[in-house]
T-cell receptor
């Protein structure tokens, strides 16, 4: 069964706590992404990685960190520095097919993070 | 930096009505364009995409979109909506700037009444 899996489905964070969201894909995609979804704001890019051991900040990277040690995995850590972490977090992956700049992103089911 | 505008935030239609959701982007160069849909309780799914060629793109479930380069628009259409089309719809752009990530609009919540 191929696809993108995210765990957990719901995550609760206490004040001052770091939490890590998991994202795994078995699609053999080279690029992976983390987006944050808030009501009425669409999706905003947190971090992305085009290749193992390399990643770039997106538009709202402050308070987040990532790693890309394996092609299949791109975990996101929400640190205590992120003051408003309550949101729906979506992981995506993509691969170029049919030529440069031709790629489609596919999304996982998401993790909803709530602050206690 | 590119941006995407979806001017219709909440649309309410009756079944069998026609649908058009607006999407405008701000980038003067080459773009790839996408519409994604998020049904209640489900994850984001690709409806259709435009890379090049015929500006009228057909997607799943009877949806289509037209790329009008001169208007920087990529509006989504469906001739006759069903109750099952109730969902949130997102327009997204990938500009050929070397950054492979998408820029999303704020989304349009569509409610179809039976």
């Amino acid at each position: 069964d191929g696809g993108i899996t995210q765990s957990p489905k719901y995550l609760f964070r206490k004040e001052g706590q770091n939490v890590t969201l998991s994202c795994e894909q078995n699609l053999n995609h080279d690029a992976m992404y983390w987006y944050r979804q808030d009501p009425g704001q669409g999706l905003r890019l947190i971090y992305y990685s085009q290749i193992v051991n390399d990643f770039q900040k997106g538009d709202i990277a402050e308070g987040y960190s990532v790693s890309r040690e394996k092609k299949e995995s791109f975990p996101l850590t929400v640190t205590s520095a992120q003051k408003n972490p309550t949101a729906f977090y979506l992981c995506a992956s993509s691969i170029m097919a049919g030529g440069p700049f031709r790629e489609t992103q596919y999304f996982g089911p998401g993790t909803r993070l709530l602050v206690l | 930096a590119q941006s995407v505008s979806q001017h219709n935030h909440h649309v309410i239609l009756s079944e069998a009505a026609s649908l058009e959701l607006g999407c405008n982007y701000s980038y003067g160069g080459t773009v790839n364009l996408f519409w994604y849909v998020q049904y209640p309780g489900q994850h984001l799914q690709l409806l259709l995409k435009y890379f090049s060629g015929d500006p009228l793109v057909k997607g799943i479930k009877g949806f289509e979109a037209e790329f009008i380069k001169s208007k920087f628009s990529f509006n989504l259409r469906k001739p006759s909506v069903q109750w099952s089309d109730t969902a949130e719809y997102f327009c997204a752009v990938n500009a050929n700037t070397g950054r492979r990530a998408l820029t999303f609009g704020s989304g349009t919540r569509l409610q179809v009444q039976p």
